[in-house]
């Protein structure tokens, strides 16, 4: 759910009744991380995007973080998919678009490299989509 406060939580639509919760941790002690944007895949990984500049996979079949990316100098506002589901991209408030891509046959989550950065310049990007 996005705009949550140091969790990212998946629901049952059935049964309304969460069945995973993942914890994203704390840059800082005394403030709490804001999970900004998420994009979920068929194979049931979640791309989070977060107020620490962090793109984030996790298995939500499991609730665990599978991989983690700085990817960002502040907060990561947008995440998504391309349509094949084998690239996300990322975007917040520096000039800068990150790109993921699977690198393997054998690898099927989508977080196991970053590939590129492309910076832009615009104020921030808050929302993009791939078509």
Known sequence: MPGSSDTIRVWDVKTGHPTARMT?????RNR???VWSVALTDDLTVVSGDS??????????TGTLVDAYQ??????LSV???????????????????????????????????????SIYLLFVFVFSLW
Request: include cysteine; hydrophobic fraction near 35%.
């Open 52 to 61: 620490r500049g962090k793109t984030c996979f996790w298995s939500a079949a």
């Open 24 to 28: 994203t941790g704390r840059a800082e």
């Open 80 to 118: 998504c998919l391309s349509p094949e589901q084998d690239v996300a991209y990322s975007s917040g408030v520096d000039p800068n678009i990150v790109h993921f891509q699977v690198c393997s046959p054998f690898d099927n989550i989508l977080g196991t490299a970053r590939n590129d950065h492309f």
């Open 71 to 76: 990817t960002h100098a502040a907060d990561v």
């Open 32 to 34: 709490e991380t804001v």
